[in-house]
Structure formats: structure tokens, C-alpha cells
């Protein structure tokens, strides 16, 4: 069955410097990847996707994400953080059945 | 733009009331979910449906129901309503045949006191 790991529960770090939320998956094929962002009282929204192609899938915001079939990773990346990304942002897998997995989510603090 | 829209933001019910959360797509998906989302759970499929008056039992089911009688609305129904049942409620939908991404309403937060 798939699976989603997000080994951080909470991340801080300061305006400006660079962000790196890690997310592990387990999928017996070849996985679909998603990253979403939820605001405070807010549904999720779609950061960016995976299907095939470039490991490397640029999104919304200035995020990217890196896809290692090797290491069952799917990283999102920022170089620069703004105070408005603080978030909780969600990592899931998905195939061509009905079935997506999410993670169980990074809450990101950025101090100014 | 896709939208999805719930029917109410916060709700705040008793025990054993029955409870209905109604969610509405405007963008003519076959597909529609119900989720509930719980601190250091991430979300968890209730049900979804395929599409008008199919549905699927997703992880947790129990204690919930659904009814999707249009392609547009899909309902999400606590028959008995008991305070483990007090979550953030998500609905999404998305495409049969797509990028299989989900497109996600502002959720519903659900309070059974």
C-alpha cells in the first residue's frame, strides 16, 4: 500500500534563507507526487506535481521539488523564504486508481 | 478556476445529532472526496465517489455516509453525531481523466460538544 512520510513535524527558519520540507514515499509503481500548501483556516492548494519527465518540477510561489526514484524522495525546495509562506504544507501519492496519500504535514514558522 | 465550496466554515453540533456537510463543485468532475483531516494524521479518506450516485468506502468510513445524487454536490453525513467525530472536514474533487490532481474546498470545522 502506499505510503507518505514527512519526518518533520515542524520547521523555523528566518525570512530570507532557503527551505528544504523532505517527504519519503512508498508506492508500488510509478508514483504520482504532489505537494500542497494549507494557509491557516484554509483548504489545501496546489504547490506543484510529478508525473513523469524532469526530476526537477517547478510550482507555484518560487517552490520547486526534486523527484529521487533512488532514494523514494520527493524534497520541496525554496532559495528565499517570505514571512507569507508560513504554512502547513503536505506531501501525497497518487496513481492512475483513485487512491492519494498525503502526509501528515510540516508546519513551517519563518521568523523575521 | 475551479472552485469547490462547503457549505459552512465552522459548525458546532451535539452527540447523537445528525449532521450534514454539503460540498459543491463548479467545474463538472466526475470525481468528488470527503476527508478529514486531524493534527499529526494529515488527511484521511472518508469515502469517495466515481461519479453521480457511485461511491467508495475510503480508510475510515465508519460512522459516516454519502450521498452524490448530482454530479456537482457531494454529501458527507454523520447519522450520529459522537465528540471522536470533531475534526476539519475536507472536500475535493478532480477530473476522471486528468492530471489526477484533487482540488481542495476551505474545509468545514466540526465541533460535536
Known amino acids: 500500500a502506499q505510503s507518505v512520510t514527512q519526518p518533520d513535524i515542524h520547521i523555523t527558519v528566518s525570512e530570507g534563507a532557503s527551505l528544504e520540507l523532505r517527504c519519503n514515499y512508498s508506492?508500488?509503481?510509478?508514483?504520482?507526487l504532489f505537494w500542497y500548501v494549507q494557509s491557516p483556516g484554509q483548504g489545501l492548494q496546489l504547490l506543484l506535481k510529478y508525473f513523469s519527465g524532469d526530476t526537477l518540477v517547478q510550482g507555484i510561489k518560487g517552490f520547486e521539488a526534486e523527484f529521487k526514484r533512488s532514494q523514494s524522495s520527493f524534497n520541496l525546495r525554496k532559495p528565499s523564504v517570505h514571512w507569507s509562506d508560513a504554512a502547513e504544507y503536505f506531501c501525497?501519492?497518487?496513481?492512475?486508481?483513485?487512491?492519494?496519500?498525503f502526509g501528515a504535514g510540516t508546519r513551517l514558522t519563518v521568523k523575521p | 478556476d475551479v472552485k469547490v465550496t462547503q457549505s459552512s466554515r465552522y459548525l458546532v453540533k451535539r452527540t447523537g445529532e445528525k449532521v450534514f456537510l454539503e460540498c459543491v463543485q463548479d467545474?463538472?468532475?466526475?470525481?468528488m472526496f470527503w476527508y478529514r483531516q486531524d493534527p499529526g494524521l494529515g488527511l484521511r479518506l472518508i469515502y469517495f465517489s466515481y461519479d453521480v450516485k457511485m461511491k467508495e468506502k475510503g480508510d475510515i468510513p465508519e460512522g459516516y455516509s454519502v450521498s452524490r445524487e448530482k454530479k456537482e454536490r457531494f454529501s458527507l453525513i454523520l447519522e450520529s453525531a459522537s465528540t471522536n467525530q470533531t475534526s476539519m472536514y475536507l472536500c475535493?474533487?478532480?477530473?476522471?481523466?486528468?492530471?489526477?490532481?484533487?482540488?481542495f474546498g476551505p474545509g468545514t470545522r466540526l465541533t460535536v460538544t
Open positions: 467545474m463538472d468532475h466526475e470525481n
Open positions: 501525497a501519492v497518487g496513481g492512475t486508481n483513485n487512491d492519494m496519500r
Open positions: 508506492y508500488g509503481a510509478t508514483p504520482y
Open positions: 475535493a474533487s478532480r477530473r476522471q481523466v486528468s492530471s489526477y490532481e484533487q482540488y
